[in-house]
């Protein structure tokens, strides 16, 4: 059964840092990793997607990378903003189920 | 593209009633999820459809909750009766397929009370 973790849960950081928010997962039959943003009273937006034979993906500041053996992942934020802010989830999909199975998030201050 | 849009935003219902929860999906999309939030459990999957069809329920708590998916425009969520512990945020959210090499696109949630 797949379980995800995140840790921190929160994180607080000065603006124009650089930071790392860590995932980690029991099933390393993953069949895809998603990283999604949250902000208070919204829903989810998906940031980027690694797929299992992919190792790492990037999409402007962000990077996410993805070590299966190990059963990590991290997503790297350049220059952190205060429009960062906001609660960073992993999710991992099975390759069993294709089920998406959710971290409880870490949530991000970034503080001008 | 409008989005995932879910129906109602907010709903504030006494135990014992009857709530339905509303969904479409983003035009084209074959794969509906829909997802439970709450601070203790953080999201949940519930119950998700490929090509309307109901693929995985094993997430619905109880029997008083059922899902449908009538076309592919559109899905519900029941629940009946309603107790206070499902007070929660529910997202519906949509993919072009289970989420393999798609990204899930989520809708604004309806934020559920119930008294």
């Known amino acids: 059964k797949q379980e995800v973790t995140q840790i921190p849960a929160a994180l607080s950081v000065p603006e124009g840092e650089n930071l790392v928010l860590n995932c980690s997962f029991t099933?390393?039959?993953?069949?895809?990793l998603q990283w999604f943003r949250q902000d208070p009273g919204k829903g989810l937006t998906s940031l980027l997607l690694?797929?299992?034979?992919?190792r790492e993906q990037t999409s402007g500041r962000l990077n996410a990378s993805l070590d299966k053996s190990s059963g990590r992942s991290t997503l790297y934020i350049a220059a952190s903003q205060p429009g960062d802010s906001a609660t960073y989830l992993c999710?991992?999909?099975?390759?069993?189920?294709?089920?998406?199975?959710f971290g409880q998030g870490t949530t991000l201050q970034v503080k001008p | 593209d409008a989005g995932v849009i879910q129906s109602p935003r907010h709903e504030v219902t006494e135990m014992g009633q009857e709530v339905t929860l509303r969904c479409k999906p983003i035009?084209?999309?074959?794969?509906l999820f829909w997802y439970r939030q709450t601070m203790m459990r953080g999201l949940e999957l519930l119950i998700y459809?490929?090509?309307?069809?109901?693929?995985?329920d094993s997430g619905m708590p109880e029997d008083r909750f059922s899902a449908k998916m009538p076309n592919a425009s559109f899905s519900t969520l029941k629940i009946q009766p309603s107790e206070p512990r499902d007070s929660a945020v529910y997202f519906c959210?949509?993919?072009?397929?289970?989420?393999?090499?798609?990204?899930?696109?989520f809708g604004n949630g309806t934020r559920l009370t119930v008294t």
């Open positions: 959210a949509s993919s072009n397929d289970r989420g393999g090499v798609s990204p899930l696109h």
């Open positions: 099933d390393s039959a993953i069949y895809n």
């Open positions: 690694i797929q299992s034979s992919q």
């Open positions: 999710a991992g999909a099975s390759s069993n189920t294709g089920k998406l199975i």
């Open positions: 035009s084209g999309h074959n794969s």
């Open positions: 459809f490929n090509n309307n069809v109901p693929i995985d």
